[in-house]
């Protein structure tokens, strides 16, 4: 076999082997991925003890995260586009010794419910109604209110409607004028003004990104526009959002071509829930990982470091992706009719590595 000719499919049901055909995603969701904090143990960094919750508000769950002496003074954290709540971990690992922190995700955003446009308006006022009676559910009377991109046009509704609330502001990277968004806004203005008449050239502005691999020695960088987000696409935010915008029709047939064209010489390994049915339906091997539900749900759990009432939450919204994932109109979930299935229950991730290697070498020599 020509092994620059040779194309792979693991077609992955569980989190073992994640590889980087998410980073797709981030062309739709975001054009720029601003990164709060650095990420990694440094000196100094506390022992996080972080708690994950849920609370009901106007009839959604709405997920949170709190750290900090409940008698320490509190800071309300809004996060940005695409983020979530996930973002402020590594300050919470810094500064939860001295601040009682709350850091919540909006509706749509990380674990928090995702209502249908249809039956929810996704706007600003909205978003900021919610979490000021987000803020009255929790007993939170008074904060420093910190904003980060997104977080701005909330946070500041939020401060006009209850200005008696907010002891300060940690402002970053928050626009709070329109003239603020500067020229890299213009065509998303325009599409805001006008959906029907600019939709073509937002279109074209995705369309223009470019994602591309970088072999090194430790592995394949994943490089967005020549920014490296290797590690960006694996965080749980981008992995939620993934599934989401994953239900669009002319976004899954955007990302099929991109992979495709990445794939168009052989030679590559890639993971993905359509890969060996719709990306490259002729690959030389693909691989079907799958495992009992309730065993995946634990693995994703134990890789989140998430325990408590608010495991049950994210068990349920694996389910719920699985579900999105299976029902979609374009590359739905499922195995290529000549996948091979492993079943990862009861094995290692390094048994399972060992039964993909040998069914590669009998596929060599085969050939």
């Known amino acids: 076999m020509k092994t620059h000719h040779t194309t792979m499919s693991l077609g992955c049901f569980g989190s073992l082997l994640s ?14 991925a601003p990164q709060a904090f650095a990420q990694g143990k440094e000196p100094g960094m506390l022992q996080q003890n972080t708690e994950y919750r849920t609370v009901q508000v106007d009839g959604l769950s709405i997920f949170y995260r709190e750290a900090g002496p409940k008698d320490a003074p509190p800071i309300l954290l809004l996060h940005g586009l695409p983020s979530s709540s996930r973002m402020f971990e590594p300050l919470f690992a810094r500064i939860s010794d001295r601040f009682h922190l709350i850091a919540p995700d909006y509706p749509g955003f990380g674990h928090s419910d995702a209502p249908d446009p249809k039956q929810f308006a996704y706007t600003f006022d909205h978003i900021a109604t919610i979490m000021e009676h987000f803020t009255e559910k929790i ?30 502001l940690i402002v970053q990277d928050a626009v709070a004028h329109d003239t603020g968004l500067g020229a890299n806004w213009k065509t998303r203005r ?6 029907a008449a600019n939709e073509a050239a937002l279109r074209k502005m995705a369309e223009s990104a470019r994602v591309t691999l970088e072999p090194t020695l430790g592995g394949n960088r994943v490089l967005l526009d020549k920014k490296d987000v290797s590690a960006r696409i694996r965080e749980q935010d981008v992995t939620e959002a993934a599934s989401r915008v994953s239900v669009h029709p002319k976004v899954r047939e955007w990302m099929v071509a991109r992979q495709q ?5 052989g030679g590559i390994v890639m993971e993905g829930r359509d890969i060996g049915t719709k990306v490259f339906p ?20 134990d890789q989140q470091h998430i325990k408590g009432p608010s495991a049950a939450s994210m068990a349920a919204q694996l389910r719920e992706r699985d579900q999105r994932d299976r029902t979609r109109a374009v590359s739905p979930l499922a195995a290529a009719s000549d996948a091979v299935m492993i079943d990862s229950t009861h094995l290692s991730e390094d048994q399972v590595l060992a039964q993909i290697e040998a069914l590669v070498r009998s596929k060599l020599n085969s050939e």
């Open 19 to 32: 590889f980087s055909a998410r980073v797709l995603i981030l062309v739709v969701v975001l054009f720029t």
């Open 261 to 265: 064209e990445m794939g168009k010489d």
């Open 139 to 168: 007993g939170l009377t008074h904060y420093t209110l910190y904003m980060q991109d997104y977080g701005g046009p909330v946070g500041f509704r939020m401060i006009l409607a209850h200005p008696e609330r907010v002891d300060a």
């Open 190 to 195: 325009a599409y805001w003004a006008d959906r």
């Open 282 to 301: 002729n690959a030389d091997l693909k691989v079907f990982l799958d495992a009992d539900p309730v065993v995946r749900e634990q693995r994703r759990l």
